[in-house]
């Protein structure tokens, strides 16, 4: 794989990662990972109560990060670095996703 694939890969590491997280779940759960829901993580935020503002803010930044990080590691070997970095922003979303619906039992 080669190395120039690291940072373009990391600028669409978290919409990419929530399409996916979101057709994964949707086939576990027996849906059709191509029905609309609410359940892309900017529409969980909402429902625990965040503004829109903050959302765009929170996720942007979130973004920024990821590129960052994708700048910072671009010379790595990328079959360490996308792999770790696919499964470290899974981690997050889910995270995001617990978060949000423990908000809501609230």
Do not use: C, E
């Amino acid at each position: 794989i080669p190395s120039g694939i690291v940072l373009p890969f990391f600028l669409f590491l978290l919409p990419v990662a929530d399409a996916l997280r979101l057709i994964l779940q949707r086939i576990f759960s027996g849906r059709s990972p191509f029905r609309p829901d609410t359940g892309h993580i900017h529409h969980l935020l909402v429902q625990v109560g965040w503004t829109p503002i903050r959302i765009v803010l929170f996720l942007t930044g979130v973004q920024l990060l990821f590129t960052l990080t994708g700048y910072l590691l671009r010379n790595w070997d990328p079959t360490i670095v996308l792999p770790v970095a696919l499964l470290s922003v899974m981690l997050f979303l889910a995270l995001l996703s617990k978060f949000s619906r423990t908000q809501k039992a609230v």
